[in-house]
């Protein structure tokens, strides 16, 4: 009887012991099962697009205009506000009522040749050969959405570079409008641009927007060498002097900047990539 | 099974059962959130990709432009194998210790039937991952991902990515593909049509791995249509999914461990008392009725501790009246034979006499009333005892009496006696009621009486007061031979005589006030007895009084 009773109890210890031991298999099993049912899975993901594939096949001319239908002055806030928050960038394809990637590129580069270009006195031709990066994207704080988001908050952002110019400017993807441009142009022996081409340049790119601004900083001045940069240049890199021109039109809710400089890095004269005018052309909102 | 063992085995299976449960489930969680999260990712990358790609492709639609697709920083003489015819390079080299500087310049206008391959090989280049293109049948025009499984593209939508997770033995790559548009331009603007591609990719050049379509293999049956697919890699993100589940395992063991040892240390904490208390208990059934366990803390084990300890006394106590009742039975029946000895003995004895020897008349006479006198103490001992099996009975009628009318019946029926025993007797009684059995009562109140004559009292008082909280007490006072005062708490047991020779000379049997303690027993009572050795003794006993009742019905 007390063998009896012995043999139960190391019975139910030795049970204990396979249900301990045997979870620890079991839960093992179980998870490289549902990890090679997981690694061998996949999906679909439905993009939503663009319908309008009706855009026209003979682009060859890029003499695009820009909408005549621009943003509204809300709708305007919104974008740059959205722009200005995006934490993190999203690429997607165009969706309903966005431009295609042809016609942001044509917008683009219509807009830095007929535009900046002409405000700035160069000769106003997109270099023929270049090389070119095109994305849209829309922005994101991190945080999954679920719902799909307002074409008018999404911005293609369009790169050429060349030996002559290199950009990256930053359109509305529904209106092709640019909402900020910075330009990197080589000026081996020729003039800078006057500061009356610029006040134009930043006026007229107020006013293609609507905006009713008023001047609320304007700056231009020779910089010494060994001060920080700023603008349109790296920020905090050690520059080696020049000149820069700064100013800002502003109204209750927005402002537009200009900033302009021919500052070269030290990185720069090291790498012999000689003498560069930057501009940064950009919209704010007024916080 | 010990309770040590169950609660051990059902502690462990609900530990078990608890972490892996949980354990699954936090897994589970973390594989499907990092995969999803990988997905993501990839597909962002994807996208990205596409737009770098799309953008690159854009001057071989009828896009009138040029565009750089790869510069770079080669070997010195790497591009002096490349030509510059059929295939339209622009090259541009500067000579230098360290390398040539290049860059590949492509006129759309000028892509020839070879340069598809090295075309999609030079944009894949400019793609982060791992790309490769295909036909829209499957067939790869250039492919940098070794092994490439296709069918996961099968009848793709447009405006559709699709993903796949794969495992190599380099690791684990999620796949991620679909449809090749160029800015919303058709893509049967390249100028492809009935070429053949036998062209090796550069980066089979650079020892990459890649797979072209096999020669002759004719790319226009591809239409317009090309899949466009990135490989990202998860194999990091799979190694920590491993790595987390081996370290969960291992906390799992640990902690499984750690919880099978505290279970086996709160089993034997918690058993630990109950064992006590089986022990305890077996000693108790051995007969140790003393046996009492410690008892700590207020938890339900204490109270079972202390539940134990009152029934280990309530069961001492019992087992100690049954000892008592049975030696006061023992102790009956040896006076009951002592009793019973005593007068036969003397009954047979003279009776022998009688019988033996021829005696005188007044010799005669006297062995008779011998006979006769014990012959009374026997009938007297029998009807005592008759009276006392009768009080055995609980189902006495008690009825509401007028006292002071009660005592003076039993009183009157006496005085001829107290006159010839020359007592003075005095009766007080206050009028009141009482709820008696009136024989009984009487029964009662003639033994007290009976037993003050025997102790010889010339003075005897029988009394009925009202004690003004709702009882009334009967009081028999003499002032006889008194009693010791420890002899007082034995009085009222059966055959017990104070003074044997006096008593049994007066034809006693010790039995009256036995009796007379049973019948207030029976009337909710008590006999409370005051007695002075040489000075007399005094018993009083007290009845509810329903005086008040009576008048309510009155």
Known sequence: MRNKRILLNLCGIVLALTIAFGGAFTLGSRMDAERRELLSGGGRVEIPTRTDQTVSQSVGVVDVELKETGLTKEELRQAVLCMEEASEKYAHEPMQGQLLMTEAIQSGMAWTRDFFLAHIDRNAEIPEECRLSCYLWAGGNGEAKDEEPDPLLGYWEVSFSAQDLEAVLILNAVTGQVLQARIALPYVGEERPDEDSLVRLLKDYADSFGMETSLAISVAQEWEAGNPA??????????????????????????????????????????????????ALYLETRH | MRLFTKIFLCGTFVLSLAFSVSGYFLLHFSWESSMARETEFALKQYQYDKFTVQSALLPYTDFDMTFVIAEGFGEPGQLTTWREEPLGYTISSEGGEEGNAWSVKRAAKLL???????????????????????????????????????????????????????????????????????????????????????????????????????????????????????????????????????????????????????????????????????????????GDYEERLAISGRDEIGELAESFNRMAGA?????????????????????????????????????????????????????????????????????????????????????????????????????????????????????????????????????????????????????????GDGEYRICVRDNGCGMEEEELSRITEAFYMVDKARSRKQHGAGLGLALADRIAGIHGSRLEFQSKKGVGTEVKLLFSCVKAEMEDEE
């Open chain 1, 230 to 279: 700023s603008g349109a240049i790296d920020p905090g890199e050690e520059i080696q002097g020049g000149w820069g021109f700064r100013q800002r039109l502003e109204n209750d809710q927005m402002s537009v900047c200009l900033e302009a400089g021919d500052a070269v890095s030290a990185q720069a004269r090291l790498t012999n990539s000689g003498e560069v005018l930057h501009f």
């Open chain 2, 112 to 286: 020839s039937e070879d340069s598809a391959v090295e075309l999609f090989g030079l944009l894949a280049e400019d793609v982060s991952l791992p790309a490769a293109f295909l036909t829209e049948d499957g067939m790869p025009i250039y492919s940098g991902i070794e092994g490439l499984d296709t069918s996961f593209l099968d009848e793709l939508a447009e405006g559709s990515h699709a993903y796949r997770f794969r495992e190599t033995p380099e690791g684990s790559f999620l796949l991620v593909g679909g449809m090749l548009e160029c800015g919303g331009l058709s893509l049967a603007g390249l100028a492809w049509d009935g070429m053949e591609t036998d062209v090796h990719s550069a980066a089979e050049q650079d020892g990459g791995c890649c797979e072209t379509a096999d020669k002759g293999q004719d790319i226009a049956a591809a239409g317009d249509r090309i899949y466009f697919v990135t490989q990202w890699d998860v194999s990091k993100t799979v190694k920590q999914q491993e790595i987390l589940q081996q370290y969960f395992l291992r906390c799992y063991f640990a902690a499984v461990s750690a919880g099978m040892a505290l279970l086996g240390l709160l089993s034997a904490f918690l058993t630990a008392p109950l064992k006590r208390m089986s022990r305890a208990a077996g000693r108790m059934a051995q």
């Open chain 2, 315 to 467: 069961v001492e106590e019992k087992v100690e009246a049954l000892s008592r009742a049975a030696r006061e039975k023992e102790d009956f029946v040896a006076n009951f034979a002592h009793e019973m000895k005593t007068p036969m003995t003397s009954i047979i004895g003279y009776a022998d006499i009688l019988y033996q020897k021829d005696l005188s008349r007044k010799e005669v006479r006297d062995a008779s009333w011998y006979i006769w006198n014990e012959g009374m103490r026997l009938e007297a001992l029998s009807l005592k005892l008759m009276d006392l099996t009768v009080l055995g009975r609980t189902d006495f009628d008690l009825q509401e009496m007028a006292a002071d009318e009660l005592l003076a019946d039993i009183a009157g029926g006496l005085e001829p006696l107290f006159a010839e025993k020359g007592i003075s007797f005095e009766l007080s009684a206050e009028p009141a009621y009482i709820r008696v059995e009136y024989d009984l009562l009487k029964t009662l109140v003639v033994n007290l009486l009976d037993n003050s004559i025997k102790a010889g009292c010339t003075r005897l008082e029988l009394s009925g007061k009202e004690t």
